[in-house]
């Protein structure tokens, strides 16, 4: 199946830090879904998006739906130790099911004290 | 608590047994999905329904079998022909179809280990 290009694949941050990461896809998207997963748990969503352009915030985490429909960043600001974690983008590819999301492989964050 | 409930937490399986993995929702959602994690990998779409008694083949169907006798429920059960099953099992869930506002929703995943 397809993919989507999630970078970076790991980041070691100092608490306080910003933070940014992306997806990008060579397919068109229309809808395009931020999730975090602690160890051993299942994924929470964080932010939705479903028009090109769209920017959306969740308290400190801000998401964007790029204009071109192949990409989204989502940026985590004044980082603190909770936020460790998993963060995975998903994306519903606009040519296809309506029920099944392509994942990117997830961005690991580590956020020191 | 409203939800998707997924048991056991952890299962270990002898080599050649079946084993299903539960996944009950109680958000009175049509459509349910599982998925398969491996570490540093994206999650792969196994099998999905959406209604009762359908379900479709996902990226990675073979070696799986699932049932929707009941909204609520949506078992899978990994088979002894599943060559690399130890990895973690996640059920979630939408009330339709995603996208326009609708999104999916994850239980705490079951953990498979095969020794």
């Known amino acids: 199946g397809q993919q989507l290009n999630q970078s970076p694949q790991s980041m070691f941050i100092q608490e306080g830090e910003d933070v940014s990461m992306n997806c990008t896809s060579s397919?068109?998207?229309?809808?395009w879904l931020w999730y975090k997963q602690d160890p051993g748990e299942g994924p929470v969503l964080l932010i939705a998006?479903?028009?090109?352009?769209e920017l959306t915030s969740n308290g400190r985490l801000t998401a964007q739906f790029g204009i071109t429909r192949k990409d989204s960043f989502l940026n985590i600001s004044a980082s603190i130790p909770s936020d460790v974690g998993i963060y995975f983008c998903?994306?519903?590819?606009?040519?296809?099911?309506?029920?099944?999301?392509?994942f990117g492989k997830g961005t690991l964050l580590t956020v020191n004290p | 608590d409203g939800g998707i409930t997924q048991s056991p937490k952890y299962l270990f399986r002898k080599e050649g047994q079946n084993v299903t993995l539960s996944c009950e929702q109680n958000?009175?959602?049509?459509?349910m999905y599982w998925y398969r994690q491996d570490p540093g990998q994206g999650l792969r779409l196994i099998y999905y329904?959406?209604?009762?008694?359908?379900?479709q083949k996902g990226d990675i169907a073979e070696g799986y079998s699932v049932s929707r006798e009941k909204k609520e429920s949506f078992p899978l059960t990994v088979t002894s022909a599943q060559k690399n099953p130890t990895a973690f099992y996640l059920c979630?869930?939408?009330?339709?179809?995603?996208?326009?506002?609708?999104?999916?929703?994850f239980g705490e995943g079951s953990w498979l280990t095969v020794v």
């Open positions: 979630a869930s939408s009330s339709r179809a995603l996208g326009a506002g609708n999104t999916i929703y």
């Open positions: 397919s068109i998207f229309n809808t």
């Open positions: 998006l479903y028009k090109a352009g």
């Open positions: 998903a994306g519903l590819n606009s040519g296809g099911s309506n029920y099944k999301l392509t």
């Open positions: 958000l009175n959602h049509d459509a």
């Open positions: 329904s959406q209604i009762v008694n359908d379900f």
